[in-house]
């Protein structure tokens, strides 16, 4: 008798057939005032995508040092990513992720005075 698979449940990455992969990403919008004198920032997010690819329950997991930029980040995944959702058994379900999702300011220069 093989297990019932449960559209209530969270699967981990590792539980699933297929993990969720991404379809498209937009970039937050332009903040970059924020940024002070950083030319890239990092933020760990957890967050559930569910069978349907929607994000839900997103969660700063680690912080990129500026409070502004971890919301614009988190609200960014959640409304202007999408997702093929996970699969396990043939079945499309839900599945925790953590990503550490990486923002690099366009006007960056490459070169660097060391003085």
């Given at each position: 008798m093989g297990l019932a698979i449960s559209l209530q449940h969270v699967y981990q990455r590792t539980e699933v057939d297929n993990p969720p992969t991404v379809l498209f990403s937009r970039g937050p919008r332009d903040h970059t005032a924020l940024f002070g004198e950083s030319t890239e920032l990092r933020v760990t997010l957890l967050f559930v995508v569910?069978?349907?690819?929607?994000?839900?329950?997103?969660?700063?997991?680690?912080?990129s040092g500026i409070p502004e930029v971890d919301t614009i980040v988190a609200e960014s995944v959640q409304n202007d990513w999408?997702?093929?959702?996970?699969?396990?058994k043939g079945k499309k379900v839900r599945c925790f992720l953590q990503e550490q999702i990486r923002i690099q300011l366009p006007h960056a220069s490459r070169f660097q005075a060391l003085n």
């Open positions: 569910e069978p349907n690819g929607a994000i839900t329950n997103v969660r700063i997991a680690k912080s999408g997702f093929a959702p996970a699969s396990k």
